[in-house]
């Protein structure tokens, strides 16, 4: 561990010194224990009087080595800017993060080498939007390539549940605490994240609470991390338009499907289109312009492989189109239980969704 990381930490608290100042600060003063360190007034000259006082208030307050062992407790690891664990990737974006705060098992990871890639999208997406979401998140993460997304609603989450069930790897970024999964409703995926080998990330502290405008800042890191970015579906003010804007900027690749003009959702893919994204109508689209190579496995015979969940939702399937309330009552298990076994089975090409909302057999 670091013997500066307890002021990497210290820096990422204080509110009014963001990743741009701490960047002028540390680059001044040379390490970042002299920056913490360092007379008021000479900070001043670099941040201003009202950033330097509260600073000064600040320092005077907060103990970072109490802060460290409270955080180790909860299982959370601080990668700061000089941790072999920090991305070269976000290094080299304008506004890097002070620290990366993580749970998860870092071990499982390599950044220098592992290929990420982000996935991202509306939270209002239509059928058409989650089944590319999933499906193209699902055949990449088979391959190695961890998947990249926010955790929303929607196309986020849609990327990640695609990647678990492949049994690959993903990371969520968070515009909020690690340690807060958000939105609430999305739990039961965060959980599955950490459990399933993946990562929760945020530059924010743990504790801080959601405000609208992380969220944007949050864009940044999920293209910043990737090597390209996925964007599925949005409206015309959507932050995934904000994600490929970031990635353009940082020089990333940007890829889009193309999207039914009839619905409010494809402006974004298609916008990008129109400006240059890269078309992509089946992963080998991705894999062609980075050079990667399909290590292709067929689908086995129906059934093969299903759990008895699965078997038991299948084989109702067999007479008629059915809502998912239909299932649930039917099967007699929980809704999220049937909505994970449909999305699964999705994925797998056994199941889809037609016009009129019903599951039914591919």
């Not at 990420?116 to 089944?131: H, I, L």
């Not at 292709?296 to 078997?311: I, L, N, Y």
């Amino acid at each position: 561990m670091s013997n500066q990381l307890q002021y990497y930490l210290a820096f990422s608290h204080c509110l009014g010194v963001g990743p741009v100042r701490f960047g002028a600060l540390v680059s001044h003063f040379k390490t970042v224990q002299e920056a913490y360190g360092a007379d008021i007034r000479e900070i001043e000259k670099l941040v201003g009087p009202a950033a330097a006082a509260a600073f000064q208030t600040f320092r005077s307050t907060f103990d970072p080595e109490k802060k460290l062992k409270e955080l180790k407790e909860k299982g959370i690891q601080i990668v700061s800017r000089d941790d072999k664990n920090y991305p070269q990737a976000l290094k080299e974006i304008p506004d890097s993060p002070i620290c990366l705060y993580v749970k998860g098992d870092l071990e499982n990871y390599n950044v220098e080498n592992d290929f990420f890639f982000g996935v991202v999208g509306t939270r209002q997406p239509t059928p058409y939007g989650e089944k590319i979401a999933r499906t193209f998140s699902h055949e990449l993460a088979e391959m190695g390539i961890v998947i990249v997304s926010g955790m929303a609603y929607g196309i986020d989450a849609a990327a990640h549940w695609g990647a678990l069930y492949a049994k690959g790897r993903t990371i969520a970024i968070l515009g909020c605490g690690v340690d807060i999964p958000h939105p609430p409703s999305n739990r039961n995926l965060y959980e599955e994240i950490l459990g399933g080998g993946g990562l929760v990330v945020s530059e924010f502290p743990p504790g801080h609470t959601v405000r609208k405008g992380l969220f944007v800042a949050r864009n940044r890191l999920i293209s910043g991390l990737s090597r390209g970015v996925l964007i599925v579906e949005g409206a015309k003010d959507s932050g995934a338009l904000i994600t490929a804007r970031y990635a353009a900027n940082q020089g990333k690749e940007v890829f889009a499907p193309p999207s039914p003009i009839t619905s409010d959702m494809s402006f974004a893919p298609n916008f990008l289109l129109k400006e240059g994204a890269k078309l992509v109508t089946s992963v080998e689209d991705i894999l062609e312009e980075f050079q990667i190579k399909r290590k292709g496995e067929k689908r086995g015979d129906v059934g093969e492989d299903f759990t008895e969940s699965q078997k038991k939702i299948f084989d109702i399937l067999s007479n008629e189109p059915k809502l998912i309330d239909e299932l649930v009552l039917e099967a007699k298990i929980t809704v999220s239980e049937v909505s994970q076994i449909i999305s699964k089975l999705e994925l797998l090409g056994y199941v889809e969704k037609n016009s009129e909302g019903r599951y039914q057999r591919s």
